[in-house]
């Protein structure tokens, strides 16, 4: 069992920054996979970025590439997104999720956090 709380979310300019950060418990931190998704009006909710337990390993939506990267820190149980260059279409909740399968799909990540609001204004 794992529990997940997200933070970091807020109002910002396009252009500007935020860093979200997703502390887990319940369950040996290092050995999830960690990801990033994120649900905007209208849309599904969709993958943005996950990362190995070990972090050597990392993947992104094409529409994040190169502006956000995401990271963790297994001795605080935290995995981070820091989000740069956002755009107003990067509006959206964003979730953070846990499972033991690396990948894009959302059905293998057994774990989700409450999501955090990011709002880009133009």
């Known amino acids: 069992q794992v529990q997940l709380v997200e933070s970091g979310g807020g109002l910002v300019q396009a252009g500007g920054s935020l860093r979200l950060s997703c502390a887990a418990s319940?369950?040996?931190?290092?050995?999830?996979?960690m990801g990033w998704f994120r649900q905007a009006p209208g849309n599904e909710r969709e993958f943005v970025a996950a990362?190995?337990?070990?972090?050597?390993?990392?993947s992104y939506a094409d529409s994040v590439k190169g502006r956000f990267t995401i990271s963790r820190d297994n001795a605080k149980n935290t995995v981070y997104l820091q989000m740069n260059s956002l755009k107003p279409e990067d509006t959206a909740v964003y979730y953070c999720a846990a499972g033991d399968l690396f990948v894009r799909a959302i059905r293998p990540y057994d774990y989700w956090g409450q999501g955090t609001q990011v709002t880009v204004s133009s």
């Open positions: 990362i190995r337990g070990s972090g050597g390993s990392r």
């Open positions: 319940g369950r040996t931190f290092s050995s999830l996979v």
